[in-house]
């Protein structure tokens, strides 16, 4: 048998983590690099007195990808995890009655009627069916596609299925297509929202990510023990399965034997040799050459992206009292669309931003804190974190967050407080100024223009939520699961 080839995974991020867990399985010579001294790229968690609070992604849904990753690779999901399936999605207020919407549809439409009108309750509904049409549409051709185009998708779609998309108009975008089932603005608001899951504005995202609502109907989970365990249980599966794992290794370069990649360099010296390479990186970082001047060569130079949202965060234990929180809260601005211009136009933080806050200990795992609790706050903001930091900016961001949730009621006595800003995040995840979800998903072909698995550089495979499928923890997963079965075909594994 001749020797199996040495893959190195640079990026311990879920995309990373799937993918090393995969090849592994196949019983191939894989090492994972990782920056940082744990598992779990953007899925993180920041101790605040002791206590961990998840700091990144906190909202788990798709959960049937990880269930098939699992099984496929011989492990049980279920024998790792203790899920809570959450009743109320999220707790949505404009500063009077909030209003819940629920994983069961009629349940939230309820809620709408009550809150609304029952004629917005079934607009709601119709919204609803639409949203699970465009879903069940492009779940295959789409999502589950290796490298999708326009042609090709719409082929694969066929005749019934190509009409869902043309009849919610593929090239509008998401706030005019949402206007035909939420006339109540507060609505309209609510569900534009989703755009912002992938890192984009609602003015700008297209039609088709009103299928994030579908997603979310389809069932929100919490993990015991955060979201921090999904990369450390799957870096565990790994390593038992002979994947190596290189904790505190930054890698300076990517070495070159001609024009294909022959290992890498870290910062300290060490130089790792590879056959094959898979980046879980931003796009950008090769793209702009901090990995090297010939790693550009990688990603098409004439690629150009908007970058996708940035965020300030504030990670707290902390007493609150006041208003009913429940696991996932959103306090709505005005104007919504002001906070669109100043992020994606002016290029600084929101004159009126809305807020989101994850209260992490409000689900059936209680705390053990007594009286304080875990809180994640999070305000969207530009991919500025490049340049130097406007402490001032940053400052009157966090009173405006801060006296918003006070307004609806919010009470946060003895706040032990940790602040991400948008240059931490730069310096975190290189390449794209804190952006955190890629590029931005803006016109009806942003969606068509994420690179697949397959860089330009022969042996250089990307995973991550720069490339395709997209950002968000599912997505991002697939990627991983998309790199490592382009490689085994490429090997000979899989036709």
């Not at 098409?300 to 696991?327: C, E, H, I, Y």
Request: hydrophobic share 40%.
């Amino acid at each position: 048998m001749s020797k199996s080839p040495k893959i190195l995974v640079v990026g311990a991020g879920i995309g990373g983590l799937t993918a090393a867990l995969e090849l592994a399985h196949r019983g191939l010579d894989v090492t994972v690099l990782e920056k940082s001294n744990a598992p779990g790229g953007k899925i993180r968690a920041i101790k605040v007195d002791d206590a961990p609070i998840d700091s990144g992604p906190t909202v788990f849904t798709m959960c049937w990808i990880f269930e098939q990753l699992f099984a496929d690779c011989g492990e049980s999901f279920d024998a790792e995890f203790e899920l809570e399936a959450l009743d109320i999605l999220a707790r949505h207020s404009w500063g009077d009655e909030p209003l819940d919407l629920y994983a069961d549809t009629q349940k939230s439409a309820d809620a709408i009627a009550q809150f609304s009108s029952p004629k917005q309750a079934q607009l709601f509904l119709e919204f609803c069916k639409t949203a699970k049409k465009v879903y069940e549409s492009l779940k295959d051709p789409f999502i589950e596609s290796p490298r999708p185009n326009l042609l090709g998708m719409m082929s694969a779609l066929g005749v019934q299925k190509s009409k869902v998309l043309w009849d919610i108009g593929p090239f509008s975008n998401l706030w005019s297509a949402l206007a035909n089932y939420f006339p109540d603005p507060r609505l309209h608001q609510l569900f534009g929202r989703y755009a912002t899951y992938c890192g984009s504005s609602p003015y700008l995202a297209p039609a088709t990510l009103m299928l994030i609502a579908e997603v979310e109907m389809k069932g929100v989970w919490s993990i015991k023990g955060g979201m921090t365990k999904i990369p450390e249980v799957i870096a565990r599966l790994a390593q038992k399965k002979g994947c190596h794992f290189q904790y505190g290794a930054e890698v300076q370069s990517l070495q070159f034997s001609g024009s294909k990649i022959s290992g890498v360099q870290l910062t300290s010296g060490e130089v790792i040799e590879c056959d094959y390479l898979i980046f879980n990186g931003d796009i950008n970082a090769l793209q702009h050459g901090l990995l090297g001047k010939q790693a550009n060569a990688a990603i098409p130079q004439n690629l150009k992206q908007t970058d996708s949202l940035s965020a300030v965060t504030w990670s707290m234990r902390v007493k609150a009292s006041g208003f009913p929180l429940v696991r996932h809260n959103v306090f709505f601005n005005q104007p919504y669309q002001s906070e669109f211009t100043d992020i994606f136009e002016k290029k600084k933080l929101p004159s009126n931003p809305t807020v989101y806050i994850c209260a992490q200990d409000r689900t059936d795992f209680p705390s053990q804190n007594n009286d304080y609790e875990r809180i994640f706050c999070l305000v969207n903001a530009p991919a500025n974190g490049d340049i130097q930091s406007d402490d001032e900016e940053i400052e009157q961001c966090e009173q405006k967050a801060f006296s918003l949730m006070r307004q609806y009621g919010l009470q946060l006595q003895d706040a032990q407080i940790t602040r991400t800003s948008p240059q931490q995040f730069a310096k975190l995840f290189p390449g794209r100024g804190g952006a955190l979800y890629g590029q931005a998903t803006h016109g009806w072909m942003s969606s068509f223009q994420r690179l697949g698995s397959q860089s330009q550089i022969q042996n250089l495979l990307l995973a991550g939520g720069s490339a395709h499928p997209g950002p968000g923890v599912p997505m991002a997963a697939m990627s991983g699961r998309l790199a490592a079965a382009t490689l085994m075909e490429r090997l000979g594994l899989i036709k």
